[in-house]
C-alpha cells in the first residue's frame, strides 16, 4: 500500500525566508503532483512531475523529484503573504502492470503560513 | 487547464437520505475519478469513473454506498446513499489530461449531513 508522508505539517514562516516542504512516499512511482488549496476553495495544480530528476519553477515555487530516493521537494523562495495555503503532494498509485493509473494518493498537506 | 463545473457546490442533507452529485467538463476525458475530504483532512480516492462500465472502487468503498455513473466522456455522477453524519465531507471530481500528465480537481461539493 502506498504512503505519502509530508513535512513538516505546520509551518509558520516571515515573509522574505526560504523554506523547503518534503513529501516522502513508500512504493515505486514515478509521477507526483503539488497542489495548492486555498480554505474553503478547490485543488489549484502547481506542479506535475513526471521522471526522475525533474523540476520545476514557478514564481517563488520550485519543485523537484528524487524517484530512487522517493522524495519530492517543494522549496519556498523569498515567501510572500500571498503564499498563505495548505499544499499537498501526492503520488500517482501505479496500476498492476507498473504502469500509471492516474490515481492519486495524497499526503497529510502541509498548512503554510507567511507572516510579515 | 480543464473546466470542471460540479453540483450542488453544497446540501445540507438529513439522516438517511442520498444526494447526487454531478460533475461536467468542459471537453471529452477519458479518465475521471471521486475523491473524498473530509474535515480538516486530506484527499482520499473513492473510485475511478469508467465510461460504459462499471466503476473500479478503492479499499473501504463500495458501491451500494457510492454509486457512480458515467453515460459518457464528459459526465460523471456520484451519489452518497443513506447518509450518516459521518458522510459530511467535500466530495470532488478529478479529470486527467492524458498529454501532459495533469490532473484537474472540481470546485467541490460540500455535503453536511445532520
Known amino acids: 500500500e502506498l504512503k505519502v508522508e509530508q513535512n513538516p505539517l505546520f509551518l509558520s514562516m516571515q515573509e522574505g525566508k526560504n523554506y523547503t516542504i518534503y513529501c516522502n512516499y513508500s512504493t515505486t512511482s514515478d509521477r507526483l503532483y503539488w497542489y495548492r488549496q486555498d480554505p474553503g476553495k478547490s485543488l489549484e495544480s502547481l506542479f506535475v512531475l513526471l521522471s526522475n530528476g525533474a523540476v520545476k519553477q514557478e514564481g517563488r515555487l520550485m519543485a523537484s523529484l528524487d524517484t530512487k530516493a522517493r522524495l519530492s521537494t517543494l522549496h519556498i523562495t523569498a515567501a510572500v503573504h500571498d503564499l498563505s495555503a495548505t499544499y499537498f503532494c501526492?503520488?500517482?498509485?501505479?496500476?498492476?502492470?507498473?504502469?500509471?493509473?492516474?490515481?492519486?494518493?495524497f499526503g497529510e498537506g502541509t498548512q503554510l503560513t507567511v507572516n510579515p | 487547464s480543464a473546466v470542471i463545473s460540479q453540483k450542488p457546490s453544497r446540501d445540507i442533507c438529513q439522516r438517511g437520505t442520498s444526494l447526487t452529485i454531478q460533475c461536467q467538463v468542459d471537453s471529452q476525458v477519458t479518465m475521471m475519478f471521486w475523491y473524498r475530504q473530509q474535515p480538516g483532512q486530506s484527499l482520499t480516492l473513492i473510485a475511478t469513473a469508467n465510461q460504459g462500465s462499471e466503476a473500479t472502487y478503492e479499499s473501504g468503498f463500495v458501491i451500494d454506498k457510492f454509486p457512480i455513473s458515467r453515460p459518457n466522456l464528459t459526465f460523471s455522477t456520484l451519489t452518497v446513499s443513506n447518509m450518516s453524519p459521518e458522510d459530511s465531507s467535500i466530495y470532488l471530481c478529478?479529470?486527467?489530461?492524458?498529454?501532459?500528465?495533469?490532473?484537474?480537481f472540481g470546485e467541490g461539493s460540500r455535503l453536511t449531513v445532520l
Open positions: 501526492a503520488v500517482d498509485m501505479l496500476n498492476i502492470l507498473g504502469t500509471s493509473g492516474s490515481r492519486l494518493t
Open positions: 478529478s479529470v486527467y489530461r492524458g498529454w501532459d500528465g495533469e490532473l484537474f
